[in-house]
């Protein structure tokens, strides 16, 4: 009721009670920040920008300037020699006695102390997660100070070249196509002195060589793109920059893919194949790789499955069979092989497909004058060797958690490589080791002991 000015009363109207309800609910609402739209798809934040396309040049070109100027900020905020130098200064004023043998210590205290001291870009190095992981049992609870030195070299040089290789990603999407890796490792040779000797006509198939061995780890499934993360996280592009060290060794340069010598080696060996000199390997050029022992059978799997033009095959598919063969053991090459095994594209091997191969090896053995292995035996041991989770299929997965791939799939392949697995028990542990070194050590192997 409300009172009138006669001194009468008056009971509300229903309807005006519900209106001025409603009304006090919308303008209390509107006060508190809410309403109908403040929760409407109409005013949901804009979180998806689309990239500007090819004929949008002037919005491409502010985009690229824009992230230089980003990575170019990102850049200077990285520590320089002079301030590492000054942090290490810091760092042995502040050690924790005693020494541990030769090499220096700092607690927790010293530590923090050190870091208050410190520029503020490092201070972000001294915390207590990044003490405890460096702790290593020291009896005192300290850590070593070079350890630390060196932990913090290794985080200013990834993000370093986190930096530099982001330049080269135009896209900004956190990965490279070829295009993009190749003009990183182009402009990256000049910088190499270990590269120094390589004539400029010979860095299209450097860049091409090194390029490769890239992309056949890191990307299994021929996307043709690479994480920018995966290659800071796999040791490739440390063999690469290793080239920047002057007094390299012999035994390093061989045993690095991206080495001149080694680069040299791979392209040498492709034009010593190509008899015909038309640019390109016939199946029967390829045969005589290594040492020629393998199969006819498996030489026409790879021109089947691999890419090919009229038949032949260019120097990029060769490398990926190169990189197969030279690193059997490796989960990319074992999956390259297993292709090429899997006849029937099932996604497993079967007793038809190891048959189907071993065949072939049989038929050498005959040639050879050798006596004849029963395929059931083979098979036995290739199956008590995986342990397939199926006892009657032996899928990729099993080849490499068997740690045995590269012993069964060599022995379904090459005829040298069944010879020195087969004959592993009478080799003098010499020849024995040989057998563990690749196709380096069967080819050793086969020249020193040959079927007669």
Not at 10 to 16: F, N, S, W
Not at 120 to 149: E, M
Not at 389 to 394: H, S
Request: net charge negative.
């Amino acid at each position: 009721k409300r009172v009138l000015p006669q001194g009468k009363c008056e009971k509300m109207d229903p309807e005006k009670n519900d209106e001025e309800m409603e009304l006090f609910t919308k303008y209390y609402t509107e006060w508190k920040g809410g309403g109908k739209d403040k929760h409407s798809y109409k005013v949901i934040p804009k979180f998806y920008y689309r990239l500007p396309t090819e004929e949008e040049y002037l919005l491409q070109k502010l985009r690229e300037e824009t992230r230089a100027v980003s990575l170019q900020r990102k850049s200077r905020e990285l520590l320089d020699n002079e301030e590492l130098q000054n942090l290490w200064f810091l760092l042995d004023k502040h050690q924790t006695p005693p020494m541990t043998g030769e090499e220096a210590m700092i607690n927790y205290s010293n530590f923090l102390i050190v870091g208050e001291k410190s520029e503020p870009k490092i201070k972000h190095f001294f915390k207590a997660k990044v003490f405890a992981k460096l702790l290593n049992g020291d009896p005192y609870g300290r850590i070593s100070l070079i350890q630390f030195f060196n932990y913090v070299m290794r985080k200013v040089w990834l993000h370093q070249t986190r930096i530099g290789l982001s330049l080269y990603d135009f896209a900004g999407h956190g990965y490279f196509r070829e295009s993009d890796l190749e003009n990183y490792i182009l402009e990256l040779i000049p910088t190499l002195p270990q590269l120094g000797g390589l004539e400029k006509s010979f860095y299209s198939f450097y860049v091409c060589t090194a390029v490769r061995k890239f992309f056949f780890f890191l990307d299994p499934l021929r996307t043709g793109k690479i994480k920018i993360q995966d290659i800071l996280a796999c040791s490739y592009l440390d063999d690469l920059l290793e080239l920047r060290d002057e007094e390299l060794s012999k035994e390093s340069q061989e045993s690095n893919w991206f080495s001149a010598p080694s680069a040299l080696r791979v392209y040498g060996q492709y034009l010593n194949l190509d008899k015909d000199h038309n640019g390109m390997l016939s199946k029967e050029e390829l045969s005589r790789f290594g040492t020629g022992t393998l199969t006819n059978v498996f030489l026409d799997r790879v021109f089947q499955e691999c890419l090919t033009y009229d038949g032949e095959m260019d120097y990029k598919t060769y490398l990926d069979f190169v990189l197969a063969l030279e690193n059997r053991k490796e989960p990319a090459a074992l999956q390259y092989i297993f292709k090429l095994l899997d006849i029937e594209n099932k996604g497993y091997l079967n007793v038809f497909s190891l048959n189907y191969f071993f065949r072939a090896i049989q038929e050498e053995i005959i040639l050879h004058g050798q006596e004849m292995v029963n395929f059931e035996d083979v098979k036995d041991e290739i199956f008590d060797m995986v342990r397939p989770k199926d006892p009657y299929k032996i899928t990729l997965q099993d080849l490499v958690n068997s740690n045995q791939g590269d012993t069964v799939v060599s022995i379904l392949i090459d005829i040298n490589s069944f010879w020195v697995y087969e004959n592993r028990e009478s080799q003098s542990p010499s020849d024995d080791s040989s057998a563990e070194l690749g196709d380096a050590g069967h080819e050793r192997a086969f020249a020193e002991n040959p079927p007669e």
